[in-house]
Every structure is written in C-alpha cells, then in structure tokens.
C-alpha cells in the first residue's frame, strides 16, 4: 500500500489484522480506523511531506549535538550554513546528471 499507493485496500487490511487477533497489529489498525479517511488519503495521495520531515530530523539532531553548548544566535547559524551546503550539493548533483 505504501510504495504503490493503493490505500483502498486499507479496510480489509484492518479486517484481516483482526481476524489474525494479534494483539499489537489490532491495536494499531484500530488506531488507524479513529482517522481511517485521512491514513487512506495519506495512503493514495502522491503528495507527502518527507522533505519537510527529513529537514526536522536534520534540525532536531543538530539541536542534540549543541545541547548544553550554545544559545539560539549559533544554532541558527548552524542550521542556515548547512542548509545552505546541502542546497549546494543537491545542485550540483542535478547538474551533474546526464
């Protein structure tokens, strides 16, 4: 369902999990049914927001190693400059693709 985006199959997904009665599964096809429209959009949509997530999980980690160490001013620097480097390489690797 996930790579070939075919959430539709989602409910008999959860009908087979609890038919299955594993405990762990049930309980997150049950939680998946409390939003069961929006998992399914999510499950059929091209669009995501891994981009979005990668770059919170860069800021979050960069956080982490500055823990203790430095104020807002420096960890703003940090993040601008290697936001700034990753936008350069992602550049040059399109440019150099033949």
Do not use: Y
Not at 75 to 83: D, E, F, N, Q
């Amino acid at each position: 369902m996930l790579t070939h985006l075919t959430g539709q199959h989602l409910p008999k997904w959860i009908n087979d999990v609890r038919a299955a009665e594993l405990p762990g599964l049930s309980s997150f096809a049950g939680g998946l049914e409390q939003d069961l429209d929006a998992v399914i959009q999510g499950l059929t949509s091209r669009w995501n927001s891994g981009p979005v997530e990668g770059r919170v999980n860069h800021i979050k980690m960069i956080k982490r190693q500055m823990f203790g160490r430095a104020g807002l001013p420096l960890l703003r620097k940090r993040v601008l400059l290697t936001a700034a480097s990753s936008a350069c390489t992602t550049t040059l690797a399109h440019h150099d693709r033949p």
